[in-house]
């Protein structure tokens, strides 16, 4: 084993080294990504069928079951459940552990496309979504004002709802619990019959007079008019003196039979801001974007919206960038208090700050050039990863113990000088180092194959683990003899 004895002889060469690989781990913890977990997508697909007034038998004979023996012929499908309720139909697939979701719903969506014609014709076309915890909203913004439920649900869908829509990082926003404005025609029964006229025909001339079609085109020379004939309902009195029939009296107008009220639809979700009406945004990230960076664009776009739409209150109701930067803020502490009083352990059993001095660098250079394997290999920075930093600091620190105890001794016992002491020391001990190393990762490497969702949280964690330990053993073979031969010296 010559590391020692060449660490010891090029001092200038690792102190390089080394400054070069915390540089580089510093550097790398800037650009880490924060969130609070491993990105998780599990292999599950969920298809959502709506059928208007359908009871769950009828859902489940005419909707689900057909959409279970379809998808059933999807390569990889392992596992098909379903619930059947009012008016909906739900089919939830499970594949096999490492198959490609998106591929896999692609498939899906072919073949329910190649089938579609054995649904019924006016259920709601089927929707097929995967599961990923990325997809859930980030952050939740609850608005409020004095103004009409109809103008505030239209105000927020035009223009507050694209003010963030347009924020660097922000892939989708959701209005929930909107005012959606709605025209009521309220027919009188007693009315319709005296008329002799017939619901059906009352809906088909209320369709045909509400209508924006194209009419061709005229040329002439090298002028080209398109024509269309606009005919959309621009008001109530419109829509009040459509004509739905013909009498020998005159004619028959919607206004005469029905009641037209400019209204919103029929609540379904009924949100509360403050104890009063109002409306909730949720506000989902792309998949490689920064959750914590995102949701400080958004806290800052809040504000500008609020400034400028003074007659509405924007708050955010939930805020996952915040409970994100606390809760690895919270591990961040128990890391550096747990190597804090690893170096207080230290000191009070060695007794020699030149000593404690040596073995306490191995804590900070591991962790730092940790930030390094993160970076490159794509993780974040979260509670298993910094968890594994955690878990990892007490015995960063054992391979450099043993090292500097046995360079100590020949020091002190044989008198050696300081260079012959740091090279013998660390020779004599370092295959009984690298062997307890290996027993200690020989724990954490059977979690890098572990499968499923256990698997996906505690790979990065054996990560860490494992390339920090790997760390300080490079270290206490190269490092630790390196400084114990010059600091030493002066503590003898």
């Known amino acids: 084993m010559k590391l020692p004895g060449f660490a010891v002889r090029r001092p200038i060469f690792i102190t390089m080294i080394t400054l070069i690989l915390v540089i580089l781990g510093i550097v790398a913890l800037t650009r880490l990504q924060i969130d609070m977990l491993p990105n998780i997508e599990l292999p599950t697909l969920t298809i959502r069928t709506d059928y208007e007034g359908a009871s769950p038998e009828v859902i489940e004979r005419l909707v689900t079951q057909i959409i279970e023996e379809i998808v059933a012929t999807v390569p990889g499908v392992e596992e098909i459940s379903s619930t059947s309720s009012e008016g909906r139909s ?13 591929a896999a719903a692609i498939d899906v969506q072919g073949k329910l496309e190649d089938e579609i014609n054995e649904l019924p014709d006016d259920i709601v076309r089927p929707r097929v979504r995967k599961f990923d915890i990325a997809s859930f909203p980030i952050v939740l913004l609850g608005i409020s004002s004095n103004l009409d439920p109809v103008e505030l649900t239209e105000l927020v869908e035009v223009q507050i709802r694209y003010r963030f829509a347009r924020i660097p990082g922000v892939a989708q926003v959701d209005v929930w619990g909107g005012f959606n404005r709605e025209v009521r025609i309220e027919v009188d029964p007693d ?19 509400n209508l924006d079609l ?5 040329e002439q020379g090298r002028y080209e008019v398109v024509l269309r004939a606009p005919a959309e309902f621009n008001n109530l009195d419109q829509i009040r003196d459509t004509v739905i029939a013909k009498r020998a009296g005159g004619a028959i107008t919607l206004g005469q039979i029905a009641l037209i009220n400019d209204t919103y639809e029929k609540l379904t979700r009924i949100v509360r801001i403050n104890g009063g009406r109002g409306i909730r945004v949720a506000i989902r990230k792309q998949a490689n974007a920064n959750t914590v960076e995102v949701s400080k664009r958004i806290l800052a776009e809040i504000a500008a919206a609020n400034q400028a739409f003074p007659q509405i209150n924007i708050v955010p109701v939930i805020n996952q960038g915040n409970f994100i930067e606390r809760s690895i803020a919270n591990v961040a502490r128990s890391v550096l208090y747990g190597g804090g009083l690893a170096i207080a352990v230290l000191l009070f059993f060695l007794r020699n700050i030149g000593s404690t001095l040596v073995i306490s660098l191995s804590i900070p250079i591991s962790i730092v050039t940790t930030f390094a394997l993160l970076y490159f290999g794509g993780f974040t920075l979260n509670l298993m990863t910094l968890g594994g930093l955690a878990l990892g600091v007490g015995m960063m620190v054992d391979s450099s113990i043993v090292v500097l105890e046995n360079i100590f001794r020949r020091r002190v016992e044989d008198h050696e000088t300081p260079s012959i002491a740091a090279v013998e020391g660390a020779q004599e001990v370092g295959p009984a180092i690298i062997a307890s190393t290996i027993t200690t990762l020989v724990i954490f490497l059977p979690l890098i194959f572990v499968r499923g969702v256990s698997g996906i949280l505690f790979k990065e964690l054996a990560y860490v683990v494992i390339f920090a330990l790997v760390c300080s053993l490079v270290l206490a073979l190269s490092l630790v003899p390196m400084l114990a031969s010059r600091l030493m010296v002066s503590s003898q």
Request: net charge positive; hydrophobic share 50%; aromatic share 6%.
């Open 90 to 102: 739900t089919v939830r697939v499970s594949f096999v552990w490492g198959t490609d979701v998106d």
């Open 191 to 209: 009315r319709i019959k005296a008329v002799g006229l017939s619901l059906n025909r009352v809906l088909e001339a209320i369709r045909d007079a």
């Open 214 to 218: 194209p009419a061709g085109k005229i």
